[in-house]
């Protein structure tokens, strides 16, 4: 691809300057990175009347095939509106298609070296055509056998990205320990990985989920202690910690009805039901019970006492910021207790 020299000039002075915030990691200089997804709007519409409350944007809509080949939209609206409030903006590729996270797209891919240039080729040309500064890569699912091939991907990636001034950030889920044969984390070596990339976005999020019985979505000794192991193989300053503004409704009548509830959804619920809210001081996260046409259910959530508590792990820890997932299922409140963490 060719390269315009003054604007491959210009993403490397960035790159400069991000790199040597995230290292200073003072007040004002963290990152706070909010998800944008494509699925009712939502995310748009809280873009146009949150964007004080975040710098960074990652458009979480570009899934990848196992050709290398990526697919999905482009907000150019949005992108520009972005950059013109100077939000920092990327691009999400995942392994995501219509089952799930497909862990056999991720194999494809990553041990394929023509389908690895054939991704990266074409991800340049989507960073440089809507002024991205960087890619997110967010491949879940990814067997525990290919672990070597994953961290070998991301080192061709992180050198591509870097030698043509983009940034690049990935998703690991959380977890307390290093485990390869780990079904679901044994393909992230935390260690390999954090000294390739420039931001490690910790998902410490879904500790409970629809999946599961019902519990907290983040209670924060399990964020605290993902973290505390994270930070023991990657340097402080290229972490974000994850932070959901959802919580999760078990239906424990029928588990078929579990579903996942937006930040900005459980008042109403609590108002229509009548619910009186607790407090889990194990967890340090809330919950309520409801009975609804017969069915019991119970709700564990995030409220701004709970989100308080895992921001200020920021500066406990002396992170690079929070990524937020999503925005548009939060409210004003959400970004009022993010930033009451101190940062």
């Not at 939000?87 to 797209?105: K, L």
């Not at 992230?188 to 998902?203: E, K, N, T």
Request: aromatic share 12%; hydrophobic share 45%.
């Amino acid at each position: 691809m060719s390269m315009n020299p003054i604007s491959l000039f210009n993403r490397l002075i960035i790159l400069i300057f991000l790199s040597a915030s995230a290292a200073a990691a003072g007040p004002g200089t963290r990152s706070v990175l909010a998800y944008y997804e494509n699925d009712s709007g939502a995310s748009s519409s809280a873009l146009r009347s949150r964007f004080t409350s975040f710098n960074q944007l990652a458009f979480d809509t570009y899934p990848v095939n196992s050709q290398g080949i990526v697919s999905g939209d482009t907000f150019t609206g949005d992108i520009d509106f972005a950059l013109t409030q100077k939000i920092q903006v990327f691009a999400t590729v995942s392994n995501f298609d219509s089952a799930g996270f497909d862990a056999s797209v991720a194999h494809s891919l990553i041990t394929s070296s023509a389908d690895t240039e054939r991704f990266i080729a074409g991800i340049l040309k989507q960073l440089e055509a809507a002024h991205y500064s960087g890619v997110n890569i967010d491949f879940e699912s990814v067997a525990p056998s290919d672990r070597a091939a994953f961290t070998a991907f991301i080192s061709t990636l992180a050198q591509a990205m870097h030698k043509a001034g983009y940034l690049i950030i990935i998703s690991v889920p959380a977890e307390l320990k290093d485990d390869p044969t780990d079904s679901w984390r044994g393909a992230y070596d935390f260690r390999a990985l954090g000294s390739l990339i420039d931001v490690l976005q910790l998902m410490t999020y879904d500790e409970y989920g629809t999946w599961s019985n019902p519990g907290p979505v983040a209670g924060l000794d399990w964020v605290e202690a993902s973290l505390k192991y994270t930070l023991s193989v990657v340097p402080s300053a290229k972490v974000s910690l994850g932070i959901p503004a959802y919580g999760y409704d078990w239906d424990v009548t029928n588990a078929a009805n579990n579903t996942q509830i937006p930040w900005a959804a459980v008042g109403p619920l609590l108002a229509k039901t009548k619910a009186t809210p607790q407090w889990d001081a194990t967890y340090s996260s809330p919950y309520f019970f409801y009975s609804l046409k017969g069915h019991q259910h119970v709700v564990w959530y995030e409220n701004p006492r709970s989100i308080t508590l895992k921001s200020s792990l920021v500066t406990t820890y002396n992170l690079a910021g929070v990524s937020v997932y999503c925005l548009g299922m939060e409210a004003p409140a959400f970004w009022q207790a993010i930033h009451a963490g101190g940062f």
